[in-house]
């Protein structure tokens, strides 16, 4: 459902991206990681549509984003980590803004739009300005928007950024769900706790390369750190020096 191959991503002669290639399958969860720096928000972006790369291609349910991008992007349902919204809108008048820009059905929106914000938490600020929300609410309703045209692919930078416990725990299982129903889902995350607990691949990138990938138990292995959980795991191959680039 989303392959990237050969994907390189140049700044003058600073490489951000080098060469990269991940394959993801329908209804897996694939958990990207990597430090600071390392190119993960690079590829976010490429992935999404919105940064073209140096090099290589990006394919969504079958779909080349260079060649047809609008198509492919109509696929995806994007939340970024930082939520940017039209403030002065209501929650409910931000939601059909997006539903109009994916040419979701009118007579579907009504119940589409109810059963998100119900999902969500904000039902009762479905018709409150957004500049009262708080940056959590900010950050499900854009959420919300992502699932509304039923998405076969969805893109997360950083999905538990300002939740409280209760609303990532409610995104865990709400990913898993997702994925039991044929979604395939791609998300970096600094939460290593969370990538250990839903996904069932997580790659882990390194100045621009992909320098590791495989289950959970696939990299504890590598890292030669199998008594261990995820975070000593990744804090090992990212050691300076312990991978050549």
Not at 198 to 219: F, H, M, N, P, Q
Request: aromatic share 6%; charged share 25%; with cysteine.
């Amino acid at each position: 459902m989303i392959e990237l191959k050969n994907i390189t991503k140049k700044y003058a002669d600073f490489v951000a991206v080098d060469n990269l290639s991940i394959s993801v399958q329908k209804g897996e969860i694939f958990g990207f990681i990597g430090p600071n720096g390392a190119g993960k928000t690079t590829i976010i972006r490429i992935m999404g549509g919105i940064l073209a790369p140096t090099s290589g291609t990006v394919t969504v349910s079958g779909i080349r984003m260079d060649e047809n991008p609008e198509k492919a992007k109509a696929r995806i349902g994007f939340i970024p980590d930082r939520p940017y919204l039209y403030e002065k809108l209501t929650g409910m008048e931000f939601l059909r803004f997006t539903a109009d820009l994916y040419n979701v059905d009118e007579n579907a929106f009504s119940r589409k739009a109810e059963e998100q914000l119900k999902v969500f938490s904000l039902a009762d600020w479905a018709n409150e300005l957004i500049e009262s929300y708080s940056h959590g609410m900010k950050q499900r309703l854009i959420m919300a928007a992502a699932l509304l045209h039923d998405p076969e692919v969805i893109i997360v930078d950083e999905p538990t950024v300002g939740l409280d416990p209760a609303a990532v725990r409610m995104l865990k299982e709400l990913l898993k769900q997702l994925a039991g129903e044929g979604v395939t889902i791609f998300m970096s995350t600094h939460t290593l706790k969370v990538a250990e607990d839903i996904c069932d691949r997580i790659g882990v990138i390194l100045k621009g390369s992909l320098i590791a990938t495989g289950t959970t138990e696939d990299l504890k292995q590598e890292a030669d750190a199998t008594d261990a959980d995820l975070e000593q795991a990744f804090l090992s191959m990212t050691a300076e020096g312990l991978f050549e680039k």
